[in-house]
C-alpha cells in the first residue's frame, strides 16, 4: 500500500526558510517520480516540482526555480523539499504526491500547512 506522510510546516517570516519532508511507503524512489504539489488558500492546486532519482533528474515550476530544492533519501524513504527565500505567495498547504503514468495523481499526503507572513 502505497502511503506518503508530510512534516515540517509552520509559519515562518518573509526571507526565512523552511524544510519539508514526507515519509513514503509502498514504494521505492529508485522506481517512482514524486512530485511536491500545493494549493493557496482560495486556490486550485499548483505543481511545485519533481524528482526523477532514477534519472538523478528534478524539474521546477518558474515560482519556486532557484528558490527550492527538492531531493531524497533513500535510505529513510523520504523526500525533502528545501524552500529558501520564502514570500507571502507561498503560503499554502504543501502536498507530496506519487504519479502514475497515465493516472495523474493518484496518491497524496494529507498535507502540511506552510504561512509565511510577518
Known amino acids: 500500500e502505497v502511503q506518503l506522510v508530510e512534516s515540517g510546516g509552520g509559519l515562518v517570516q518573509p526571507g526565512g526558510s523552511l524544510r519539508l519532508s514526507c515519509v513514503v511507503s509502498g514504494f521505492t524512489f529508485s522506481s517512482s517520480a514524486v512530485s511536491w504539489v500545493r494549493q493557496a488558500p482560495g486556490k486550485g492546486l499548483e505543481w511545485v516540482a519533481s524528482?526523477?532519482?532514477?534519472?538523478?533528474?528534478?524539474a521546477y515550476a518558474d515560482s519556486v526555480k532557484g528558490r527550492f530544492t527538492i531531493s531524497t533519501d533513500s535510505a529513510k524513504d523520504t523526500l525533502y523539499l528545501q524552500m529558501n527565500s520564502l514570500k507571502s505567495e507561498d503560503t499554502a498547504v504543501y502536498y507530496c504526491?506519487?504519479?502514475?503514468?497515465?493516472?495523474?495523481?493518484?496518491?497524496w499526503g494529507q498535507g502540511t500547512q506552510v504561512t509565511v507572513s510577518s
Open positions: 524528482i526523477y532519482a532514477y534519472a538523478s533528474e528534478t
Open positions: 504526491a506519487k504519479p502514475i503514468l497515465g493516472l495523474g495523481y493518484p496518491y
